[in-house]
């Protein structure tokens, strides 16, 4: 991303506010009450800052007709978003109903895009003219550093998936730019790969030098379900597209990876050779699916993990991955375990991501089955003794919190 494109966007589609599809505050009819008693709501304020409460309206001038689908879909994103409480699976589901809704027209397009903006990564109200004030307020004041994530994750997908109406495109791509130098590596890998994929998206018949006739784009699903695009030639191998998927996401220890075939509601992920023909995957995958209707999809994974492992800092999008694949695998445990053991496992989740649990904390709602289906692997949860288990949570929680630094580095909190 060079810089004098950034300057030069920086003006006109800094401030979101000034996008013309945007409905006026007058017209818009606001949130939801979180309570009959609570007051009244502030609409100037609210209407494109974060919240978890669901919207009444829609955001943008869409038909009338499509009104209820695009309130409807908020409540989508608050679910993907991790604001509305959700087991993990149910989340994930949520990305092709979301992305679905969004390429059912050019107007809920639009208004998805706003909404993730207002529901995820947008978290105050737009009223100065510079986007990077916004920015800076969004990173300092964002409730949830997981929320903001996944809501980055979101948009990379919209930007794969759906394109914005050429009086949206810009302001999209601006402020996508003006995030791949965050000081969040995470949120600075996808924000260079949403204004990629926009460009790819926005133009996809832009010709191609000679010799990239027999190029494809090549869909990679990462173990927390983020997607990556990848143009290669038909005839490579997976070794050679875990090459270029290593350059993408700048992995060092690309070694310790490899492809797996992942099919549509199976949780087993079988691992594929690294000599296999990307034209011989294709043909499989779609025979399959022929067959018995189940998707297969490429999944980049660690091939194995060491118990005994540090996470390595200078290789934070390696060290990043492995983190969450830990934790899935962790999730998808099918033996019951000593629940002492569990429940320690699930207290250093929560601390690593205290920001996001702390409501629930503060609240006592850790017992919320949709929350501990975030912490505590499914086989454990049968017996249903929600409360058992958020009390010995709670317990473990308190006495690692006292024994650890406040200001311990995100990555020992993910080696511990």
Request: proline share 5%.
């Amino acid at each position: 991303v060079e810089m004098e494109e950034m300057e030069l966007v920086e003006s006109a589609f800094s401030d979101i506010a000034a996008f013309e599809g945007l409905k006026t505050v007058q017209e818009w009819r606001g949130h939801q009450k979180a309570s009959l008693l609570a007051p009244a709501e502030n609409k100037e304020q609210t209407m494109l800052c974060h919240s978890k409460l669901e919207i009444k309206d829609a955001l943008t001038k869409v038909p009338s007709s499509e009104t209820r689908a695009a309130v409807s879909n908020f409540r989508s994103v608050l679910g993907w978003m991790g604001d509305r409480p959700l087991p993990e699976c149910q989340r994930m589901g949520y990305t092709e109903d979301i992305i679905s809704v969004a390429r059912s027209s050019q107007s809920l397009a639009d208004e998805v895009y706003i909404q993730v903006f207002s529901g995820g990564v947008w978290y105050e109200q737009a009223k100065e003219a510079s986007m990077d004030v916004q920015v800076l307020k969004q990173l300092r004041d964002n409730p949830s550093p997981r929320s903001e994530l996944l809501g980055w994750k979101l948009l990379l997908r919209l930007c794969q998936q759906v394109r914005p109406s050429d009086s949206l495109e810009e302001f999209v791509r601006s402020f996508a730019m003006h995030q791949v130098n965050s000081s969040n590596h995470e949120v600075a890998q996808v924000a260079k790969h949403c204004v990629s994929d926009l460009n790819a998206n926005v133009a996809p018949d832009k010709p191609r030098p000679d010799g990239d006739v027999d190029m494809i784009p090549v869909t990679v699903l990462l173990i927390d379900y983020s997607v990556r695009k990848v143009m290669i030639p038909r005839s490579s191998t997976l070794r050679q597209l875990k090459e270029k998927v290593g350059e993408q996401l700048r992995i060092g220890a690309l070694e310790d990876f490899s492809f797996y075939q992942m099919i549509e509601g199976l949780d087993h992920h079988r691992m594929l050779p690294d000599s296999v023909l990307l034209s011989v995957i294709e043909t499989k995958f779609a025979k399959l699916k022929e067959q018995n209707g189940q998707a297969s999809h490429l999944l980049f994974k660690r091939r194995f993990l060491r118990v005994d492992e540090k996470l390595n800092p200078g290789d934070l999008i390696h060290a990043t991955l492995t983190y969450r694949q830990v934790l899935w695998d962790f999730l998808h445990y099918p033996v019951q375990e000593d629940e002492t053991f569990i429940s320690s496992i699930a207290a250093s989740i929560v601390n690593l991501e205290y920001d996001h649990y702390k409501p629930y904390v503060e609240a006592g709602r850790l017992d919320d089955p949709a929350i501990l289906h975030q912490l505590v692997p499914q086989v454990s949860l049968r017996d249903r003794q929600f409360r058992n288990w958020s009390t010995k949570i709670l317990q473990l929680l308190k006495s690692l919190r006292e024994g650890i630094d406040p200001e311990e580095p995100r990555l020992m909190g993910m080696s511990r």
